[in-house]
């Protein structure tokens, strides 16, 4: 969930941060009809006074065009690009000239009568307004081209940071298991969300499973995600229920974020000495467990997402596997990516998909399998969002014991 914008800046803070530009873009004009009118100190005040008449009508113009008829066009024909280059200068150049010569109306009834008064008088302020206009709009753009080569600097640069943060904590070792083969990936999109999964030691024959997905992109999400991996890594060790290692999670998460924030989160908790699966799903996509006779069942126990309440009680469950049984945790990254034509790759077509694979696939193969499944569903496009899978394969004992 992003952040609540602030709203348009209020017009009366529009206009007092834009005052002092009046006096300041008056002096060119003033520059000019002192020079074209006459010399003397007296004819440089006049037309002083007159270009604050041109800068102050200018500047009104310029600023109710951004306010109104510029985001009416672009909410019109703009699209999600906003509006070609070309239509955004055509309006601003029109305005800056409009604006001119209804200055120059003014002028004429004010501070210099008789300045319209003449064919010469007409070009000299329809050619003056027209050169004036075009240095004022590519004043504008120069302005707002160079803010944007930092907005977009800024943006890389914390892109990159998000990315070595993700980086740090996806393991890419697993654990030995003699009675579990587990393999797990995450292919991240352009704008790095807080995908994360991880599998850790608990106790002398558990391993924790964890995958959850933060809410947002870049930095924030990614801190969020260090967190979240962070508690429960300080709580592998003990043999708390995985129930209540979600609860303390949600506290540390709901802590430490604004109300924007929240995940979805899977643990889970293997026994490799009584081979159960003791998990609790914390409003993440329910992962599917395929039986080894060709039963499949989601595991949807437990509760809502974490980081939006302060107290959480979750529910667990526990269940016994055998070998052959498989399981695939994933993120919405993988439902919700969409061909070409927007259709979502689903959880239905995952589901058929998984229960015509061969069952002797290794926990390596099924997940390499479902990736080629999504890149034909995308058909070479890049998925909107991150793909997080982490596969389960129980194994057969060890006959030497």
């Known amino acids: 969930m992003s952040p609540k914008s602030s709203g348009p800046e209020p017009l009366s803070s529009t206009l007092l941060r834009q005052l002092w530009l009046v006096p300041v873009s008056a002096i060119p004009f003033a520059l000019f009809f002192g020079t074209v009118y006459g010399s003397s100190w007296s004819g440089y005040v006049r037309s002083y006074q007159a270009s604050l008449v041109f800068s102050a009508v200018i500047a009104v113009a310029v600023m109710a065009s951004e306010r109104a008829l510029v985001p009416q066009l672009q909410r019109r024909f703009g699209g999600a690009r906003g509006l070609p280059l070309w239509a955004g200068i055509a309006v601003r150049l029109g305005t800056s000239i409009g604006a001119a010569m209804i200055g120059a109306m003014i002028v004429n009834s004010t501070v210099m009568p008789g300045l319209m008064g003449s064919m010469r008088g007409l070009l000299v302020i329809a050619m003056y307004s027209i050169l004036f206009s075009v240095l004022v709009i590519g004043a504008v753009y120069a302005w707002v081209f160079y803010h944007q080569s930092l907005d977009k600097a800024r943006s890389e640069q914390e892109l990159e940071m998000a990315r070595r943060i993700q980086r740090s904590f996806l393991i890419s070792q697993f654990p030995d298991s003699p009675r579990f083969e587990i393999h797990a990936y995450n292919r991240s999109s352009r704008e790095v969300s807080g995908d994360f999964y991880d599998v850790v030691p608990s106790g002398a024959t558990g391993l924790l499973l964890a995958v959850a997905d933060v809410a947002g992109k870049g930095v924030p999400a990614a801190l969020l995600t260090s967190m979240l991996q962070a508690s429960v890594r300080t709580q592998a060790a003990g043999a708390a229920p995985v129930s209540e290692i979600l609860e303390i999670v949600n506290g ?29 799903n914390a409003g993440h996509n329910p992962p599917l467990l395929w039986r080894s006779n060709g039963e499949c069942r989601t595991l949807d126990c437990g509760g809502t997402v974490v980081g939006i309440l302060p107290e959480v009680r979750y529910a667990q469950e526990t269940l016994a596997l055998g070998p052959g049984d498989r399981l695939l945790i994933y993120s919405d990254g993988l439902t919700e990516a969409e061909a070409p034509d927007g259709e979502q790759y689903g959880e239905e077509r995952l589901t058929a998909f998984l229960g015509a694979l061969p069952s002797a696939l290794s926990a390596r193969e099924l997940l390499e399998r479902v990736l080629k499944d999504l890149d034909r569903h995308l058909a ?22």
């Open 252 to 280: 540390v998460a709901h802590r430490s974020t604004s109300v924007h924030q929240f995940a979805t989160f899977f643990l889970a908790r293997l026994d490799e000495q009584k081979l159960t699966l003791e998990y609790c």
């Open 380 to 401: 070479d496009r890049e998925a909107g969002d991150d793909v997080t899978l982490l596969t389960l394969r129980v194994l057969d004992p060890d006959p030497r014991g």
